[in-house]
């Protein structure tokens, strides 16, 4: 690209046409104001910023357990919600998730499988058997898109869970 003080002018010429060379100047620094933004989105995209990757990749550690989960995801796409439970009590371990978490999100399976599920005010409870480090995986779709904010527990140690839902 051509800065204006590099812009040849020509004063005399036999041809019978317009220049509008400041038009053309302009589309020039359109031009560049537009490749700058789709560098911006590649680059946004190879992070992370519309699903898996380092922008959207979250860890959360708590007293009892380790949540890891995508905060960017899409509308209708697959994204798990991965909890490690370090010291699961004797009786099994308990996962607690909001049912306003629940309404935003439809569960496709959880692995493996609770051995109970109850609700209580609000609050769907997972217990899952066991007495060794549990890992237990969510698979959720986003039913709608924006900001998603819950509270989720672990043996009763809570934690935030926050999403971005791009439509």
């Keep these: 690209?051509?800065?204006?003080?590099?812009?040849?002018?020509?004063?005399?010429?036999?041809l019978e046409i317009d220049e509008k060379l400041p038009d053309q100047i302009r589309g020039w620094?359109?031009?560049?104001?537009?490749?700058?933004?789709?560098?911006?989105?590649?680059?946004?995209?190879?992070?992370?910023l519309f699903g898996n990757g380092l922008l959207s990749d979250r860890t959360v550690l708590t007293n009892d357990g380790i949540v890891s989960y995508d905060y960017f995801t899409r509308q209708?796409?697959?994204?798990?919600?991965k909890i490690t439970v370090?010291?699961?009590?004797?009786?099994?371990?308990?996962?607690?998730?909001?049912?306003?978490?629940?309404?935003k999100f439809r569960i496709e399976s959880i692995v493996p499988e609770p051995a109970a599920v109850t609700t209580n005010k609000g609050v769907v409870h997972y217990t899952f058997a066991g007495d060794g480090v549990l890992m237990v995986t969510f698979y959720l779709i986003p039913q709608d898109f924006g900001a998603v904010e819950s509270t989720l527990s672990i043996n009763g140690y809570a934690l935030q869970v926050e999403h971005f839902v791009f439509p």
């Design 1 to 14: 690209m051509k800065k204006n003080s590099e812009v040849e002018h020509v004063q005399q010429h036999d």
């Design 29 to 48: 620094k359109f031009q560049t104001v537009g490749l700058t933004f789709i560098l911006l989105i590649v680059a946004g995209a190879a992070l992370g």
């Design 86 to 103: 370090k010291s699961p009590a004797k009786k099994g371990s308990n996962i607690s998730l909001q049912w306003s978490y629940l309404e």
């Design 76 to 81: 209708e796409s697959r994204t798990p919600l």
